[in-house]
C-alpha cells in the first residue's frame, strides 16, 4: 500500500510495495518510484495518475516495473501489477491525500501469455 500527499508525492509506501516493485530504497526514491516503471507503460500511468490527481476520481490501472518476475519453478515475465488509489478529500472538495495499494499480478499475466501462446502453436498447426 502507499499514501501520497495532495499534490501527487509518494509519502509512505509498505514493505510489500518495496518488495513488489523493487525500486530502489534511499531517502528520496519515493520521488523517483515512476523510474522504475517498464517504459512502456510509464506514459499512460502518468497520465492516469494525473487525472486521480486533478479529477480526484478513483483510478485502477495495470502496469509492469522494469524488474523481471519469476517464480520458484523458474517460469520468468514481467513483474506486472494492479494498482488501486483512492483520493480523499476535504469538506470542500479539495484532494488531503490518496490512498492507494498494487497487487503482484505477474503470475496471472504469464499464464494468460502462456495460454495465448498454446492457442496461437495449436492454430498454426492446424492451418
Known sequence: MFIANSVGDITYSNDT???ISRHPRS???ADTWMDSIFDED???L???WDKLIQD???VTHEFRFKTPWQDRNG???YTWVLMSAYPEKDEHGRLQSVFGSITNISEVKWAEDFQKRRMEEAMYVYI
Open 17 to 19: 510495495w518495496w518488495e
Open 27 to 29: 531517502e528520496n526514491s
Open 42 to 44: 510509464r506514459h499512460e
Open 46 to 48: 502518468r497520465a492516469i
Open 56 to 58: 480526484k476520481t478513483p
Open 75 to 77: 517460469n520468468r515475465g
